[in-house]
């Protein structure tokens, strides 16, 4: 049987909507849709996709942390925004910044709106644990 270890960053919504950040199922990690939150779960920087990307990562590397993996791990993501012609550009960069020579699988999904008001994007991620960090 495989074990679960699930990973959570104590924020409310977590417990109102009942789900976990993510779930490492054998090798594989599944990352929910990671958002720009702060520590108290407050959404941050409403129409910044900038700031947000950046948050994103922030927190995502904190599922990387409590994983004890890294972002050379990570063999896919898929991106959730608002406007996706718009943003490209800067998802590119973002992206390029993040990962660096790096390069999982990636879907940009364009969406009409997300869960809060101004936010731009979600991303989600997969992380296969046999690679090399």
Do not use: C
Request: aromatic fraction near 10%; avoid cysteine.
């Amino acid at each position: 049987m495989t074990a679960i270890d699930s990973y959570s960053h104590g924020v409310s919504g977590e417990r109102e909507f009942g789900f976990a950040q993510a779930i490492k199922a054998g090798e594989t990690i599944y990352v929910s849709g990671q958002l720009s939150h702060d520590e108290e779960g407050t959404f941050t920087h409403p129409d910044d996709l900038d700031a947000q990307l950046k948050q994103v990562y922030a927190n995502f590397e904190k599922v990387l942390a409590h994983y004890g993996v890294t972002r050379n791990q990570v063999v896919s993501q898929t991106e959730y925004v608002v406007n996706l012609p718009e943003h490209a550009a800067a998802l590119s960069v973002a992206n390029l910044a993040f990962f660096g020579d790096h390069r999982p699988t990636s879907t940009g999904v364009g969406v009409a709106s997300l869960f809060f008001p101004g936010q731009l994007v979600e991303v989600s991620f997969v992380i296969d644990t046999r690679l090399p960090a």
